[in-house]
């Protein structure tokens, strides 16, 4: 029976842990959210207890439903250019409406659980709406510290700013600067202050401490101050009267605006409680309960005649830097403003306006982020950023975040067709040296002609080729000189149809004329196309660690004779013409392979061969016996004298491998002479490859020329590689025909872990990496002459492609 565990990726400590920074956090986030709720009011042109019921039903209701427990929902600043808006042009209660439609909005999405689709738009687009909304508040709020009212639009507010400020109250202005001199100057005062006189200070919120400054420096001065009309009970939404787009429009972008601050302030304030403690931190937020209930919030306080409601940033960061716990701060705070908005509506009304409006102008200042800015700017997406700030000044916040994303849709339409192609000619030493004793002496005519011969042209194409490249592509293509060399390599990850038959057109035109074409991987790839999937099955049953895993056991042969099946029923059908040709023409091996048994790819793999190809011997360790050992060796000598004499190989090939079991059971113990088992017998065959490797790479050793062996065991098959070679070479049949000339000995090694193989210089004894060099294309074999025999290139080797 199995029992199933739920899983918390974040534990928390127990309550009782929990609750006491729960209290003196929510204290200080309700201190900072009356002064804030009653500015966002003001911004608004809504009632100033709007902003207190938004605060209320955004601590109790969000607070409690929400996905993010420590983050503090209210009326929003990101909000106040969109309310304004909708209660200039539908009233105060239409607007109630408009919230209410908007929170079942968000109820439908958070349903829908696509919370995190919605954080896929680009951060450009986010930042510039916001920087937007917060330029559009600082300058409406500019008229009020001023003593004036805001106009309807930003435009509006800039062009009658002249005039207000010739016009401007003779003491707001003061008690504006004032509040902002105590909201800049508080943290700074906090940290010079030591002692009680500071545990005090820092005790205090900043906007608080403003709001309360201004309010005593204006205390028996003749300013506007808040008005707070009787608590009644609120009546319920209107519908706007209006077109029905327009009412949707509405809808959309308070929906739209709320919930992307909401999910990405939900984002900031978990990243920040992530910073403390496990013991300390609050389990992570969930969105889509996040936007479930922001939407229920939003629905309660459109009913309450309420402002619109998001999770704000300012106020989580203050629940955690206050040492919040639980969703309990939140909460608790929701009913300190309530309690402040029954029992302290007097005190309230004390507050000159022009301080809230300098705090929220000040909080509209900071949203304009040059962080944000330099950050944009370094990903290259400030157009986008621009573009939305812009028209979300001028024309609104739904017509900005539109405009943001049709920039962004061009800019990455921009990038994708935007290719870059350069091409350089290359030399070879002594042909430059050549050129430099003929300057004087040859004609210009000669002079073109010899580097038109000698140079190699080297095209590189960075980014995305579409068939809009083909034109550059083509003028690159053409500089390429006949009988040169070219290299064509490609840094990007797509290739249309239409440069891939330019490309592939131009390579046969090139190689026709006598001329070379190398192409980098990734062109040979483009080149290729994708590999049929039917194809990848047939060759590779046993991709991604599995052997035919619908196969079933076959009763009397058991799971080989359904793997046989298997083969009979994909794998044959598709490639059956390749084995019987071997089987029809007879069989024309050119290498020998030796390699070890215990490596378990297959060697057409590793060496990119096919039926035929190969002679393969495979053994415990790889080993080569030397000659004139007891008959129980006669085996590999038998194969070997098959391959040379018989199927006259141009090359035999000694292959180790990393992980080999083998060279471990020799370094664990060598079998002495005279061991017992069949397989310790066999093994001290390797007694010299144990010695050789403790000579080193200078004495007869092997080495790596990339990097240092990782360890003995490495070393050990290395060296093994070598000394098995001079095995080989002993034996009469392979000696002769080295001397002739008609045969060639190749070491190798496979390094399973890199999926690379190392090719070995005898002479030096270093094994250098294969360059996975593509193979050649079939223009290329139609048009490069054939391999000498007992070459050492890469058809010598059968390492045609990548390992």
Same mark, same amino acid.
């Given at each position: 029976?199995?029992?199933?565990?739920?899983?918390?990726?974040?534990?928390?400590?127990?309550?009782?842990?929990?609750?006491?920074?729960?209290?003196?956090?929510?204290?200080?986030?309700?201190?900072?959210?009356?002064?804030?709720?009653?500015?966002?009011?003001?911004?608004?042109?809504?009632?100033?207890?709007?902003?207190?019921?938004?605060?209320?039903?955004?601590?109790?209701?969000?607070?409690?439903?929400?996905?993010?427990?420590?983050?503090?929902?209210?009326?929003?600043?990101?909000?106040?250019?969109?309310?304004?808006?909708?209660?200039?042009?539908?009233?105060?209660?239409?607007?109630?409406?408009?919230?209410?439609?908007?929170?079942?909005?968000?109820?439908?999405?958070?349903?829908?659980?696509?919370?995190?689709?919605?954080?896929?738009?680009?951060?450009?687009?986010?930042?510039?709406?916001?920087?937007?909304?917060?330029?559009?508040?600082?300058?409406?709020?500019?008229?009020?510290?001023?003593?004036?009212?805001?106009?309807?639009?930003?435009?509006?507010?800039?062009?009658?700013?002249?005039?207000?400020?010739?016009?401007?109250?003779?003491?707001?202005?003061?008690?504006?600067?004032?509040?902002?001199?105590?909201?800049?100057?508080?943290?700074?005062? #906090?940290? *010079?202050?030591?002692?009680?006189?500071? !545990? @005090?200070?820092?005790?205090?919120? +900043?906007? /608080? =401490? %403003?709001? &309360?400054?201004?309010?005593?420096?204006?205390?028996?001065?003749?300013?506007?101050?808040?008005?707070?009309?009787?608590?009644?009970?609120?009546?319920?939404?209107?519908?706007?009267?209006?077109?029905?787009?327009?009412?949707?429009?509405?809808?959309?972008?308070?929906?739209?605006?709320?919930?992307?601050?909401?999910?990405?302030?939900?984002?900031?304030?978990?990243?920040?409680?992530?910073?403390?403690?496990?013991?300390?931190?609050?389990?992570?937020?969930?969105?889509?309960?996040?936007?479930?209930?922001?939407?229920?919030?939003?629905?309660?306080?459109?009913?309450?005649?309420?402002?619109?409601?998001?999770?704000?940033?300012?106020?989580?960061?203050?629940?955690?830097?206050?040492?919040? #716990?639980? *969703?309990?701060?939140?909460?608790?705070? !929701? @009913?300190?403003?309530?309690?402040? +908005?029954? /029992? =302290? %509506?007097? &005190?309230?009304?004390?507050?000159?306006?022009?301080?809230?409006?300098?705090?929220?102008?000040?909080?509209?200042?900071?949203?304009?982020?040059?962080?944000?800015?330099?950050?944009?700017?370094?990903?290259?997406?400030?157009?986008?950023?621009?573009?939305?700030?812009?028209?979300?000044?001028?024309?609104?916040?739904?017509?900005?975040?539109?405009?943001?994303?049709?920039?962004?849709?061009?800019?990455?339409?921009?990038?994708?067709?935007?290719?870059?192609?350069?091409?350089?000619?290359?030399?070879?030493?002594?042909?430059?040296?050549?050129?430099?004793?003929?300057?004087?002496?040859?004609?210009?005519?000669?002079?073109?002609?010899?580097?038109?011969?000698?140079?190699?042209?080297?095209? #590189?194409?960075?980014?995305?080729?579409?068939?809009?490249? @083909?034109?550059?592509?083509?003028? +690159?293509?053409?500089?390429?000189?006949?009988?040169?060399?070219?290299?064509?390599?490609?840094?990007?990850?797509?290739?249309?149809?239409?440069?891939?038959?330019?490309?592939?057109?131009?390579?046969?035109?090139?190689?026709?004329?006598?001329?070379?074409?190398?192409?980098?991987?990734?062109?040979?790839?483009?080149?290729?196309?994708?590999?049929?999937?039917?194809?990848?099955?047939?060759?590779?049953?046993?991709?991604?660690?599995?052997?035919?895993?619908?196969?079933?056991?076959?009763?009397?042969?058991?799971?080989?004779?359904?793997?046989?099946?298997?083969?009979?029923?994909?794998?044959?059908?598709?490639?059956?013409?390749?084995?019987?040709?071997?089987?029809?023409?007879?069989?024309?091996?050119?290498?020998?392979?030796?390699?070890?048994?215990?490596?378990?790819?297959?060697?057409?793999?590793?060496?990119?061969?096919?039926?035929?190809?190969?002679?393969?011997?495979?053994?415990?360790?790889?080993?080569?016996?030397?000659?004139?050992?007891?008959?129980?060796?006669?085996?590999?000598?038998?194969?070997?004298?098959?391959?040379?004499?018989?199927?006259?190989?141009?090359?035999?090939?000694?292959?180790?491998?990393?992980?080999?079991?083998?060279?471990?059971?020799?370094?664990?113990?060598?079998?002495?002479?005279?061991?017992?088992?069949?397989?310790?017998?066999?093994?001290?065959?390797?007694?010299?490859?144990?010695?050789?490797?403790?000579?080193?790479?200078?004495?007869?050793?092997?080495?790596?020329?990339?990097?240092?062996?990782?360890?003995?065991?490495?070393?050990?098959?290395?060296?093994?590689?070598?000394?098995?070679?001079?095995?080989?070479?002993?034996?009469?049949?392979?000696?002769?025909?080295?001397?002739?000339?008609?045969?060639?000995?190749?070491?190798?090694?496979?390094?399973?872990?890199?999926?690379?193989?190392?090719?070995?210089?005898?002479?030096?004894?270093?094994?250098?990496?294969?360059?996975?060099?593509?193979?050649?294309?079939?223009?290329?074999?139609?048009?490069?002459?054939?391999?000498?025999?007992?070459?050492?290139?890469?058809?010598?080797?059968?390492?045609?492609?990548?390992?």
């Amino acid at each position: 029976m199995r029992f199933r565990t739920p899983i918390r990726t974040r534990p928390g400590p127990p309550p009782a842990a929990r609750t006491p920074g729960d209290l003196p956090a929510s204290i200080t986030v309700f201190l900072i959210a009356v002064p804030l709720s009653l500015g966002i009011a003001l911004a608004t042109g809504a009632p100033l207890q709007a902003g207190l019921v938004a605060a209320v039903v955004g601590g109790l209701v969000a607070g409690s439903l929400g996905g993010a427990p420590l983050q503090v929902s209210g009326a929003a600043t990101s909000l106040v250019v969109v309310t304004a808006g909708l209660v200039d042009r539908y009233g105060w209660r239409a607007t109630c409406a408009v919230t209410v439609f908007a929170g079942l909005a968000q109820l439908l999405l958070g349903a829908l659980r696509v919370a995190r689709a919605a954080l896929a738009v680009s951060p450009a687009i986010v930042h510039g709406m916001l920087a937007g909304i917060g330029a559009v508040i600082a300058v409406g709020q500019l008229h009020v510290v001023l003593g004036g009212s805001p106009h309807n639009s930003a435009v509006g507010n800039l062009v009658a700013l002249p005039g207000q400020l010739t016009g401007s109250h003779p003491v707001t202005p003061v008690v504006g600067a004032l509040t902002v001199t105590v909201l800049l100057g508080w943290p700074r005062l #906090r940290e *010079r202050v030591g002692g009680r006189a500071g !545990g @005090v200070l820092r005790a205090v919120p +900043a906007p /608080l =401490a %403003a709001v &309360a400054v201004a309010t005593a420096a204006a205390a028996g001065l003749s300013v506007p101050r808040v008005e707070l009309p009787a608590w009644r009970a609120p009546g319920l939404p209107e519908l706007p009267d209006g077109p029905v787009l327009g009412v949707a429009a509405a809808v959309l972008t308070v929906t739209l605006v709320a919930s992307m601050e909401s999910l990405l302030s939900a984002l900031a304030v978990d990243a920040l409680q992530a910073a403390r403690p496990p013991e300390a931190q609050a389990p992570p937020v969930r969105l889509d309960r996040e936007l479930l209930g922001q939407g229920a919030a939003n629905v309660v306080s459109g009913l309450l005649a309420g402002l619109p409601i998001a999770g704000g940033a300012m106020r989580g960061s203050a629940n955690v830097a206050a040492g919040a #716990r639980t *969703r309990r701060a939140t909460v608790l705070h !929701g @009913v300190w403003v309530l309690l402040c +908005a029954g /029992l =302290a %509506a007097g &005190a309230l009304e004390a507050i000159p306006l022009a301080a809230p409006a300098a705090l929220v102008m000040l909080v509209g200042l900071r949203m304009v982020s040059l962080a944000h800015v330099r950050h944009v700017r370094r990903h290259r997406e400030f157009p986008v950023y621009a573009a939305t700030l812009g028209t979300v000044v001028v024309f609104g916040v739904l017509q900005g975040v539109a405009a943001g994303v049709v920039v962004a849709a061009l800019l990455a339409l921009r990038r994708l067709t935007r290719t870059r192609i350069s091409v350089t000619r290359e030399y070879v030493s002594d042909v430059k040296e050549n050129l430099k004793s003929n300057k004087s002496e040859e004609k210009e005519e000669t002079r073109e002609r010899v580097q038109d011969a000698c140079a190699r042209v080297r095209v #590189r194409v960075t980014g995305q080729l579409t068939f809009l490249a @083909v034109p550059r592509l083509s003028r +690159a293509l053409a500089q390429v000189p006949e009988r040169a060399e070219a290299v064509v390599e490609l840094d990007g990850t797509f290739m249309d149809h239409a440069v891939s038959e330019a490309l592939r057109g131009w390579c046969a035109r090139h190689r026709g004329r006598g001329g070379r074409v190398r192409l980098g991987e990734a062109a040979e790839r483009a080149l290729r196309g994708p590999e049929h999937p039917r194809a990848r099955r047939s060759w590779t049953p046993w991709h991604h660690h599995r052997a035919c895993p619908e196969q079933q056991p076959v009763a009397g042969g058991g799971q080989l004779v359904g793997d046989v099946g298997a083969f009979r029923r994909r794998t044959a059908p598709p490639v059956s013409e390749e084995p019987a040709r071997p089987a029809r023409e007879g069989q024309r091996p050119t290498q020998l392979f030796v390699t070890c048994a215990d490596y378990r790819p297959a060697t057409s793999l590793i060496t990119s061969s096919g039926p035929g190809d190969l002679f393969t011997v495979r053994n415990v360790g790889n080993l080569l016996p030397p000659p004139g050992c007891d008959a129980s060796c006669d085996s590999v000598a038998a194969a070997v004298e098959y391959a040379v004499e018989v199927l006259e190989v141009t090359g035999v090939t000694v292959c180790g491998h990393s992980g080999c079991g083998a060279m471990a059971a020799l370094l664990a113990a060598a079998p002495e002479p005279g061991a017992q088992t069949p397989l310790a017998r066999w093994l001290r065959h390797g007694r010299p490859s144990l010695d050789r490797m403790a000579r080193g790479p200078g004495a007869g050793g092997a080495a790596l020329a990339d990097r240092p062996a990782a360890d003995d065991h490495e070393r050990l098959t290395l060296a093994n590689v070598l000394q098995q070679l001079d095995h080989l070479a002993a034996y009469p049949g392979v000696a002769r025909r080295i001397a002739e000339g008609r045969l060639q000995l190749h070491g190798m090694y496979v390094h399973a872990g890199e999926a690379r193989a190392y090719a070995l210089d005898q002479a030096s004894g270093i094994f250098t990496a294969v360059r996975p060099d593509p193979a050649p294309s079939a223009e290329t074999a139609a048009t490069a002459p054939p391999a000498a025999p007992g070459g050492d290139g890469p058809a010598a080797y059968g390492l045609t492609t990548k390992v």
